[in-house]
């Protein structure tokens, strides 16, 4: 019951997500279509994601804009797609807070990310294809830190057992000050469902 293309992520535990760092970015500040490699924990890589946006909408709309995120196997096949509507992050509007839909492959549901209102955390759940909440994901109050990697808790529906991390690590000072660049980490049980892996990598982006 494996998606075309997601077998690798049923014998692993853990991916690493590195953005590539944009040097028109970095020079003008004119926000470009983001890219990222995913990588094993060798850090070979096993996918790459480039974000499909218009320049109007990167523009304008910043970190809370629409999107949608294409993954490819090192072969070119897509093998994920994240999409994202137009949604408000903050906790004073709680009907219309972020969601993301994954899909694998292109056109099939497996899975959804949607934010929970709270007032100063950052919270999400996991949903399967049917709309069904699977895990929850709880971030720290504080959601940027200095000098150590900011830790996402996966837990079980009722928050009673912790099944794996998503984790924003810190990359130094000069990168950190410089470009929005961002580096992450996901872990994950061996045998969790692998569509559910995969949602766990749309949470990240997500995040």
């Known amino acids: 019951n494996c998606p075309p293309g997601l077998e690798y992520l049923t014998q692993i535990d853990q991916i690493l997500i590195h953005q590539q760092i944009e040097l028109l970015e970095i020079l003008t500040g004119f926000e470009t279509n983001n890219k990222?490699?995913?990588k094993n924990a060798l850090?070979?890589?096993v996918y790459f994601a480039a974000e499909d946006t218009d320049c109007c909408t990167r523009n304008c709309c910043g970190p809370s804009r629409p999107f949608t995120l294409r993954i490819v196997d090192n072969m070119g096949h897509e093998v994920i797609t994240l999409?994202?509507?137009l949604r408000c992050s903050s906790c004073c509007f709680p009907c219309c807070l972020q969601e993301?839909?994954?899909q694998a492959p292109p056109g099939t549901p497996v899975g959804y990310v949607v934010q929970n209102w709270h007032p100063c955390l950052p919270k999400f759940t996991i949903q399967d294809e049917k709309r069904m909440d699977i895990l929850r994901i709880g971030g720290p109050c504080v959601v940027c830190s200095c000098c150590e990697?900011?830790?996402?808790e996966v837990k079980?529906?009722?928050?009673?057992?912790?099944?794996g991390r998503i984790s924003k690590q810190w990359t130094?000072?000069?990168?950190?000050?410089?470009t929005d660049a961002d580096n992450f980490g996901i872990t994950f049980p061996m045998d969790l469902d692998v569509k559910m892996k995969a949602v766990m990598i749309g949470a990240c982006f997500l995040i």
Do not use: C, H, M, W
């Open 100 to 102: 993301l839909e994954v």
């Open 149 to 152: 990697d900011v830790n996402f």
């Open 83 to 85: 999409q994202r509507p």
């Open 43 to 45: 850090g070979q890589r």
């Open 172 to 178: 130094g000072f000069v990168k950190e000050a410089f």
């Open 36 to 38: 990222y490699e995913i």
């Open 156 to 163: 079980s529906v009722d928050e009673t057992a912790t099944v």
